[in-house]
T-cell receptor
Framework: SQKIEQNSEALNIQEGKTATLTCNYT??????LQWYRQDPGRGPVFLLL?????KEKRKERLKVTFDTTLKQSLFHITASQPADSATYLC??????????FGAGTTVTVRA | GAGVSQSPRYKVTKRGQDVALRCDPI?????LYWYRQALGQGPEFLTY????????KSGLPNDRFSAERPEGSISTLTIQRTEQRDSAMYRC?????????????FGEGSRLTVL
């Protein structure tokens, strides 16, 4: 069955450093991958989408890579700030527009 | 409205009762999704609609769960004969379906507690 795995441990980093989150998947051939941010008690908020034929996508301080051979996506937050503290979810989808989410990785950025 | 609206935000019910959760998507959004999210987990897909047509209901746990979107806008997720294991946050999301950047817009959720 399809499986999506994100960093099992929470990530604690110092302000200004780069946070790197991983999303690995098995038994799946996604057409695209999305990353969402979720704050406590709130719904997820879309950040980035990367398609299967794209290697890298950037948006401000965020960078996403997608390696369909390794079946992995990396999500980087550069020059991290305390306001970046949240849970980050990866989600995979195919052309049927159905999104399957990972469990998320909680990031805490210390001032 | 400006965003996806869900009601009620909190629902406490007794085991065996039926509950109906409502979702009002962003105006003009073609697709509407229902997810269930347990604490510390990502959203788990339940079902989704394009317009009024239910495209995929493979995530509905059993036949006590049903959803409808009769006029292609507001949707209702109904859980019959609730059980304690149904307690969770139920999230609705909507989408334009197409576009260079396709994304889901989530509501604030309906937290269901079954006693």
């Amino acid at each position: 069955s399809q499986k999506i795995e994100q960093n099992s441990e929470a990530l604690n980093i110092q302000e200004g450093k780069t946070a790197t989150l991983t999303c690995n998947y098995t038994n799946y051939s996604p057409a695209y991958l999305q990353w969402y941010r979720q704050d406590p008690g709130r719904g997820p908020v879309f950040l980035l989408l990367i398609r299967e034929n794209e290697k890298e996508k950037r948006k401000e301080r965020l960078k996403v890579t997608f390696d369909t051979t390794l079946k992995q996506s990396l999500f980087h937050i550069t020059a991290s700030q305390p306001a970046d503290s949240a849970t980050y979810l990866c989600a995979l989808g195919s052309n049927d527009y159905k999104l399957s989410f990972g469990a998320g990785t909680t990031v805490t950025v210390r001032a | 409205g400006a965003g996806v609206s869900q009601s009620p935000r909190y629902k406490v019910t007794k085991r065996g009762q039926d509950v109906a959760l409502r979702c009002d998507p962003i105006s003009g959004h073609v697709s509407l999704y229902w997810y269930r999210q347990a604490l510390g987990q990502g959203p788990e897909f339940l079902t989704y609609f394009n317009y009024e047509a239910q495209q995929d209901k493979s995530g509905l746990p059993n036949d006590r769960f049903s959803a409808e979107r009769p006029e292609g806008s507001i949707s209702t997720l109904t859980i019959q004969r609730t059980e304690q294991r149904d307690s969770a946050m139920y999230r609705c999301a909507s989408s334009l379906l197409r576009g260079a950047t396709w994304e889901l817009f989530f509501g604030e959720g309906s937290r269901l507690t079954v006693l």
